[in-house]
């Protein structure tokens, strides 16, 4: 939950080495992610993430995009069954537009609709 997230998130910020996170069905929620975004947001060796099933929601994709656009690692990002909807998406696809470097992204099981497969579309379209 988050306070195991909280936990997490004061020991990865000392941890350079990291290269594959899997934290899936673990209940981190929209504020743990808040805390794993800020240990994270000057990794320099992550390149996979695993966030599915954590009931992040729209908030918590927001955390996260904040620190996406400037992390120059990550290719990899999982958020299936998160509960994410069309803003969540909105803070993803400006993320990718400010510059995150993703691969992969997952987002199955989501609430995304018409408007955001609009929002990633238009970030992908400019961004080939």
């Known amino acids: 939950g988050n306070y195991g997230a909280e936990c997490l998130a004061n020991a990865l910020q000392d941890d350079m080495t990291l290269i594959h996170l899997d934290l899936g069905a ?3 929620g929209a504020q743990g ?4 975004a800020l ?3 000057n990794n ?3 390149n996979v993430l695993n ?3 954590n009931k992040i929601e729209n908030n918590g994709v927001q955390y ?3 620190i996406l656009s400037n992390n120059t690692t990550l290719a990899t990002l999982n958020l299936g069954s ?3 909807g069309p803003q969540g998406i909105q803070y993803l696809a400006d993320a990718l537009e400010k510059g995150a470097v993703l691969s992969t992204l997952t987002l199955s099981n989501n609430q995304i609709g018409h408007d ?3 929002h990633l579309a238009n970030v992908l379209k400019n961004n080939q």
Do not use: E, K, P
């Open 44 to 46: 320099t060796t992550l």
């Open 116 to 118: 955001g497969i609009v």
């Open 39 to 41: 240990a994270l947001a």
């Open 51 to 53: 966030l599915t099933s």
């Open 82 to 84: 998160n509960r994410i």
């Open 33 to 36: 992610l808040r805390h794993l």
């Open 26 to 28: 673990n209940h981190i």
């Open 64 to 66: 996260l995009a904040s």
